[in-house]
C-alpha cells in the first residue's frame, strides 16, 4: 500500500494521479512540469526558466516528505527537442550534487500542455 503525497507548494495534479507516492523506503515522484503552483500556468515558454519551475516543482514535493535533491536515485527527463539537452542537463546539475543520481533522458513526440521538459523521479529515504 502506499500513502499519496500532496503540497500546494508545486503543482496539483491535472489527472488522476498524486504528485507522489509514499511506498516504503521509496518517494516515487510523478512527473513534474513547468507549471507555477500559484496560477497552475507555464512560467515561460523558455526551456531554461521551464527547466528552473520543474525543478523547484521536484524540490517543493522532496521537501513536502522531508527529503532533499540528495536523496533522488534515479531521475528521467523527457524532452520536446533533444537540442534542449545541454541547456537542461546544465539546470537540473545546478541542482544536485555528486554522487549523482541515476538518469535517463529522452526525446518525445510531445509533453503535457506543449511543456518543453518534464522531469520524474524516485527519492530514497535515509
Known amino acids: 500500500m502506499f500513502k499519496p503525497i500532496a503540497t500546494d ?3 496539483a495534479a491535472i ?3 498524486s504528485q507522489a ?3 516504503g523506503n521509496l518517494i ?6 513547468p507549471l507555477d503552483p500559484n496560477t497552475m500556468e ?3 515558454d523558455d526551456v531554461k526558466e521551464q ?6 516543482n521536484l524540490g517543493a514535493i522532496l521537501q513536502e516528505t522531508g527529503l532533499t535533491y540528495k536523496n533522488i536515485a534515479k531521475a528521467s527527463i523527457f524532452l520536446d527537442s533533444m537540442e534542449d539537452f545541454a541547456v537542461v542537463n546544465e539546470i537540473y546539475s545546478s541542482y544536485l550534487s555528486e554522487p549523482y543520481p541515476a538518469r535517463a533522458a529522452v526525446e518525445v513526440g510531445k509533453l503535457p500542455k506543449g511543456a518543453k521538459v518534464e522531469i520524474e523521479a524516485i527519492a530514497v529515504k535515509g
Open 15 to 17: 489527472g488522476p494521479y
Open 51 to 56: 527547466t528552473h519551475q520543474v525543478m523547484k
Open 9 to 11: 507548494k508545486a503543482p
Open 42 to 44: 507555464f512560467v515561460s
Open 28 to 33: 516515487f515522484i510523478s512527473g513534474q512540469i
Open 21 to 23: 507516492a509514499d511506498v
